[in-house]
């Protein structure tokens, strides 16, 4: 019998996720999760609502949450589109945006997810070409405003780490369609915004801010992010989302876990000083090192296999990240390195003495 | 400027869901919630959950989960699939087998949802006629057979609580896609399978059945659910979720209630008892009370006004769901009703004596 599945589906590998082993012992810096625990007082909503009437549907517009989260922002509450991760953001995104004869664009290299996104939705899929530098020419942005139905930009980037500035994402809003600022990272940038770009004229109903609880909020494990967007935009794609699409619990985690803006601010100063003598000492052991605003080193090494030191690391139970993204430049050489997530100060102890070994 | 929302967004009014009032006070019959709390052993494991890693991405697998599901349903981890909620477990369905020039088939009345779905997808939707015995003629369960993608079969059905036999169900199996067995409220039927259904040789490879924690685990806050399925079909829908859909709370909580049958069948068999009384005063009334396999019941009346019975129990904090179904027969005639949750011997008594006042 012939697939019952879609063309589409049939023929796409799939995204593979980052590893996550089950076991204990290892240090784990593939992911870009937070070393660090959540506030308190997240445990303690949560402890909270499991006390409470689980048996019973959760608010479908997480007003709790919108409420606190428009505060942070300068907006309304119906700037605010709550959602299961920022997977979900994404997801929904491209189901409002995109029909099969719509394109989506993203710089390259960045979040392969974006591709993984489009082939689901059975649209194209267009990658804006970055340099070494990881800048874009004037002429490929162009395209890309005409093409795009949708555009995703990650700031800061991954695996780079690149913030670019409000003026070169203007280079890039479709003019007809959205600019998604996928700012997964934003909380890490060195001057972390807020809010100003959603009442900036120029992006006045395409822009979408999506955010996520995983990384800054040391929430991975309970999947919540938000959609920032004028309240035209929040409205349609409130209706693609399932009406219950976020949990009791997650509403009640991540309105605590935003309320407490000491407890991410101090987390994330630990991780950038981290991040400083981690950059140092990488340059030291003859990486190079790319200067970014994230919770994250992105790393080349002239002579030596970026996939076996992974593989050294990964034997001694270290995980980084292996990255390897095919057809990186015009000529489609292909571009690969090392991502590695800030840890504590003592997996980054572990990790730069393995290194050193394995380098020496 | 034009709308840069697809079309088909901009076309689709979006599903309401039933109210879910903030405030305390309410007698809640409206959506089919389980009026008992989960499983002791629920709050636990989200307690333990809480005091662990969140900072950490969950299981994308959810494991233990599928391995203890599989169990359930005598079959094997790769058959089940976790999902977000059940309504995750239908957008997955739609966006893994529907493309713009496939169908969706539906029994109507029954599920609104399964519309939306479709329109959000982008394809037809087309619905099968009811009799006033909620059953179908072997001509249109043909066309449906013929002309659908995907069937979904609310079974028991809501409003109705309509259980079909197996037999009546492959009459839907859909000649090249797949059927699709949304037993939300399965745990309520007179005779609940255990998965025989799965391995059933007549249905191999066409046959999903979804389920949900809302109903008879008492988890509507929680939101999980999860799809069994021959593991060719997991494998190409596992492909299309989002990673991370589930995120660590909820997969111990679903575990644990899952481990915990004990509990939900007890609140099943005092439901089941409660729905027996229920259904007796009802008739007494005067109603017209539809013969059903689940956690409510589906009254119409021979004189009274639906909407105004709805309408004075609101006045007195009493929620039930009004339900107006146009074009329900072939003639095109509308179907109203009422639908009404099993709630608690003591909601079901406030209940009683207010519909007693408003029909005197």
Redesign the interface.
Known sequence: ??S???????A????T??E?P?QQGWV?LN?N??????SPA??QA??D????????????NA?TFRTVAAELFGVTPDWVLPA??S??NL?IIT??????QDTIGYPYPSYILYETLGQ?Q?CSVTRLLLDKHWQWTDAAAGTMRQKC?VFFVPCPNSPSGTVWTPNQLLELLPE???LVLDEAYGDFADNPHHGELLLDERFQ??LIITRTF?KSY??????FGFCLAHPE?IE?M???K?????????IA?STAALRDQEWMLNNRDRILKTRSRLVEQLARLGFDVCPGQANFVWITHPTHDHQDIYQQLRNQRILIRFMRFPHATADKQELTGLRITVGTEEQTDTLLQALQQILH
Chains 1, 2 share one sequence.
């Open positions: 019998m012939a019952v599945f879609r063309p589409a589906v049939d796409m590998p799939g995204y996720p980052g996550q089950r784990k992911t999760e937070n070393p660090y625990p959540p997240v445990v949560i402890r609502t499991a006390a409470g009437a689980l048996n019973v549907y959760p608010d479908p007003t299961n991760g997977d979900e997801t189901r409002s945006f995109c029909d099969p689901i059975g139905k007809n369609g959205v109903k395409r995983s040391s929430l991975a494990g309970i999947r935009l349609g409130n209706r693609v399932d009406s219950y699409n976020c949990d009791a619990i997650a985690a």
